[in-house]
């Protein structure tokens, strides 16, 4: 389909020997929100970590199966290629504390060593750091260390330096689960705001915040997809009778 | 409890304060009555013409230790040179590689180096660039002093390296910046605070060398920049006016050991400001 963004097809992964994610099917298409829940162990950091073949980089990690990004097959891909596609935001903010809060959104540009005219780099900060909801608050210390601001200001600040690349997808995992309330709020408002012209695939703990942000869930359990459709059909009315055990909260 | 009790307990506790304090205080003093008796037997010789003119012969007074100066910042220089980009790269293979069998062996030779003693290291560089050139050269002591220097180096890179946050090289790579480049431009300036500390601590512990010198820099009463040719340095300066029988050229060995001195002291300074100043914070 055209608008397919990502296609996960019969994927598993491994580490070692123990099969964490066992034939996973599932379909991103863009602009849409995927939320990615099950309890803690069940693949969810694998499964995203796969996308962007950052799992492979773990000793003994393997896969198997087929992943598409917008019809290309990640797996045949060059995984510095592919990685600048997919932008990933982490649990913990980690913006680059060597750097200011400008180098940090263009990033992806100056580590890459893609040289950009000034008034191109300006614009891209400027345009990042406004769809991060971040601008207003930094833009009279753009010249300051990204690591003075509060966490959530930092984790803003990363999916800034994401967003700078235009990525295809944008990888979430539990974005907001180190930070306080106030902040976790924020960025939910910011992802609300984003989805109209982003593609996220989002994991969270959170079935609140899965409720508010997303569009579509996939609800895994032991590495197995149970269930995958429209988040308010799926919490209103589950199929399986696990994913209904585990927003009722049986475990968690 | 009684009012006896506490009384007695704040005692010995007062007891053991005052005997931390006394033995800290004797093991600090060799230090300053060293630095005190260098300053005082040196600085008076310290003036213009000891600093900037060349030993004189046998029989005329006066004469200094310009070339000795100007000899110790070329092998401090030739040896940073060799070792500062051996050592930082081994530092980066070490903390990444934590296991293996290269790893473990470089480590095993960093103890090993680290304990050999500087005379034996001198005979090395003898062997490897004295012999094979037929002169004694600022090369070969730079050479020897380089190998005395990897071990500090290495640790420090090391030791600094690990302790930069994996999510920072997972934050770059997810960027699809490549390894090489992760490691030069994220990780490496990260760390530069602590690496730059390990390698002015590291010339700092070569710059008061004198024994792996004798047999490779070898000494020269002439000034010399020629790294093919025999250079002084401070402390075979000190050496040279200290085993001759002449009370001023005494003085003159007072004057260059208070050089020496100032300037290891000024290279530790520099190394803990560095380290204040520059830590970045993650
Ligand atoms: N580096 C690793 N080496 C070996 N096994 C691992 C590694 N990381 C994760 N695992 C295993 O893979 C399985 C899935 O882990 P994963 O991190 O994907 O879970 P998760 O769903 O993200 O959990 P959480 O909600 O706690 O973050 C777990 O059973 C875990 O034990
Ligand atoms: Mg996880």
């Known amino acids: 389909m055209e608008d397919t963004v990502l296609k996960v097809e019969k994927f598993s992964a491994f580490f070692g020997d123990n099969r964490v994610l066992k034939d996973v099917d599932l379909t991103v298409r863009r602009n849409v929100v995927a939320a990615l829940m099950g309890p803690s162990g069940c693949g969810k950091t694998t499964l995203i970590r796969c996308v962007n ?99 959530g200001q930092q984790q803003r600040l990363c999916i800034a330096r994401a967003l700078a690349m235009n990525p295809e997808i944008l990888l979430l995992d539990e974005p907001t689960s180190a930070l306080d309330p106030k902040s976790t709020s924020q960025i939910e408002e910011l992802f609300v705001e984003l989805k109209r012209n982003v593609t996220m695939l989002l994991v969270t703990h959170n079935i609140a915040q899965a409720a508010r942000v997303s ?18 059909k799926m919490f209103t009315v589950p199929k399986d009778k696990r994913t209904e055990e585990y927003l009722t909260g049986k475990f968690g | 409890m009684t009012g006896g009790h506490v009384g007695r307990r704040l005692a010995k506790d007062t007891l053991f304060k005052g005997a931390v304090c006394l033995l800290a205080f004797l093991s600090l003093l060799p230090l300053f009555l060293i630095l005190y008796y260098i300053t005082m037997k040196g600085i008076s010789v310290i003036n213009w013409d000891f600093l900037f003119s060349l030993p004189r012969p046998i029989g005329e007074s006066g004469g200094g230790v310009a070339n000795a100066v100007v000899g110790t910042l070329m092998l401090i220089a030739l040896s940073s040179v060799i070792s500062v980009p051996c050592g930082i790269a081994a530092g980066i293979y070490l903390s990444e590689n934590k296991t293996g069998k290269l790893s473990n062996t470089i480590r095993l030779s960093v103890i090993v180096l680290q304990g050999t003693p500087s005379i034996v290291i001198g005979i090395i560089a003898y062997l490897w660039v004295v012999a094979p050139l037929k002169t004694f050269s600022a090369l070969s002591g730079g050479v020897a ?69 004798l047999f490779t820099a070898f000494g020269n009463q002439f000034m010399n920049v ?36 100032v300037l290891t002291l000024a290279l530790n300074l520099i190394a803990r400001g560095i380290s204040a100043k520059w830590k970045i914070q993650f």
Do not use: C
């Not at chain 1, 569009?215 to 459709?229: H, K, N, P, R, S």
């Open chain 1, 53 to 151: 073949r950052m799992h492979e980089l773990i000793p003994g990690a393997g896969v198997a199966g087929k992943m598409t990004l917008v019809d290309e097959d990640i797996y045949t891909m060059q995984p510095i290629i592919l990685r600048r596609k997919v932008g990933m935001v982490f649990q913990k903010p980690n913006p680059f504390p060597t750097m200011s809060i400008y180098e940090n959104v263009i990033a992806g540009y100056k580590l890459n060593g893609i040289r950009m005219a000034k008034s191109e780099l300006d614009t891209i900060v400027e345009r990042s750091l406004k769809r991060s909801a971040l601008w207003d608050e930094v833009k009279d210390a753009l010249h300051r260390k990204g690591t003075f601001l509060s966490g």
């Open chain 1, 215 to 232: 569009d579509v869930t996939a609800f895994i359990y032991l590495g197995e997809l149970v269930e995958f459709g429209p988040t308010e």
């Open chain 2, 226 to 261: 020629n790294i093919f040719k025999p250079i002084d340095s401070l402390p075979y300066r000190i050496f040279y006016y200290a085993m001759s029988p002449y009370p001023e050229w005494h003085s003159f060995a007072w004057g260059a050991s208070f050089i020496l001195v």
């Open chain 2, 145 to 213: 002093l380089s190998i005395m220097m990897l071990p500090v180096i290495i640790k420090t890179t090391e030791e600094t390296l690990k302790l930069i946050p994996y999510h920072l090289k997972e934050a770059s790579l997810a960027l699809g910046v490549p390894y090489y480049r992760t490691i030069l431009k994220v990780v490496l300036p990260s760390g530069i605070s602590g690496i730059l500390t390990g390698i002015l601590l590291s010339v700092a512990r070569i710059t008061g060398e004198t024994a792996p010198l």
